[in-house]
Nanobody, 131 residues
């Protein structure tokens, strides 16, 4: 069964770092892959996206300069390096994959729809940042 599996979440102090992984059980060729997050009581937010075709990336304004997305096409895995973490980064982080552009991957309307708007959506990994 084709699926995405996130890992790497955990509890970290403010200012710390984590590296999240999104492993696909299928080849990521021609897919855009996005990271999204949702905190309790808050709307789902687009964090970052990457194209497997050309490596182009996008970032949400709240994470620019702190988070870095990358892809290992041989391993069918996308990584999200989280640096300079803040308590407001606390959320469940999800990855998704879709045959689309990285810009459309992170379109606000699709993010609001959530899993139903993407070909694949993972179960999520919890990131908790303590102050």
């Amino acid at each position: 069964q084709a699926q995405l599996v996130e890992s790497g979440g955990g509890l970290v102090q403010s200012g710390g770092s984590l590296r999240l992984s999104c492993a696909a059980s299928f080849t990521l060729d021609h897919y855009a892959i996005g990271w999204f997050r949702q905190a309790p009581g808050k709307e789902r937010e687009g964090v970052s996206g990457i194209s497997s075709n050309d490596g182009s990336t996008v970032y949400g304004d709240s994470v620019k300069g702190r988070f870095t997305i990358s892809i290992d096409n041989d391993q069918n895995t996308v990584y999200l390096q989280l640096n300079s973490l803040k308590p407001e980064d606390t959320a469940v982080y999800y990855c998704a994959a879709d045959v689309t552009t990285v810009q459309r991957m992170c379109a606000p309307a699709r993010i609001r729809i959530g899993p139903g708007a993407y070909d694949y959506w993972g179960a999520g990994t919890q990131v908790t940042v303590s102050s």
